[in-house]
Structures are given as C-alpha cells and as structure tokens.
C-alpha cells in the first residue's frame, strides 16, 4: 500500500506565499513523475506542475513562473513553492506521483489539503 499525504495549505492574501509538501511512504519500487493538480469549487480538477524523476519541470501557463516544484528523492517528497498567490489559486491541492510497486504501476493521490486566497 501507498500513501500520499500533502501538508502546507492554508488561508493567505493575495500576494502571498505558501508552501506545500507531499510525503509517499509504502511498499515502492520507485517513484517516477510526481506532481500537484487542483480542484476549485465547482470546477474539475485541473494539472498544476510536475517533476520527473529525473527533475524536469512543468507547469500550467496559468501558474508558470510563481510556482516552483521541487522534489527531494531521498526522502520521496514533492514540494510547491506558491508565489504571488492569487484569489483563483484557491483550491484544495492533490499531490500525485507515479509509483511502481510489486503489483504494477499505477497513479496515487494525496487527500487533498485547502489553499484559501483572500483579504
């Protein structure tokens, strides 16, 4: 079994900045990409960033260049510097990684941890 648990969300102003982390523990073989997504109210759930394990980047246009990912292998923990935040940015935010384990590989996703913009 693999979990993921995301930590670091919270209420910020506009403007601000807030980090979140996320920790896979479990019977891995390895870890590939890792990444965030986020749900807003009344709206799907929509890609954010990703790393790979080899530590290329990507992100969304609508983050690119407030947002930072990062990842610690060693530790199997993602992380996203948030910068500049923004009253759309709130969302409750999922990690996600690709992960091999001794039954195949499949996606595993956090539980979520709220990010509230507002004055």
């Known amino acids: 079994q693999v979990h993921l648990v995301e930590s670091g969300g919270g209420l910020v102003q506009p403007g601000g900045s807030l980090g979140l982390s996320c920790r896979a523990s479990g019977s891995m073989l390895s870890i590939n990409g890792m990444g965030w997504y986020r749900q807003a109210p009344g709206k799907l759930r929509e890609w954010v960033a990703t790393?790979?394990?080899?530590?290329?980047?990507n992100y969304a246009d609508s983050v690119k260049g407030r947002f930072t990912i990062s990842r610690d292998v060693a530790k199997n923990t993602v992380y996203l510097q948030m910068n500049s935040l923004k009253p759309e940015d709130t969302a409750v935010y999922y990690c996600?990684?690709?992960?091999?384990?001794?039954?195949?590989?499949?996606?595993?996703w956090g539980q979520g941890t709220q990010v509230t913009v507002s004055s």
């Open positions: 790393i790979t394990s080899g530590g290329n980047t």
């Open positions: 996600n990684a690709d992960v091999k384990t001794w039954g195949g590989r499949r996606d595993y």
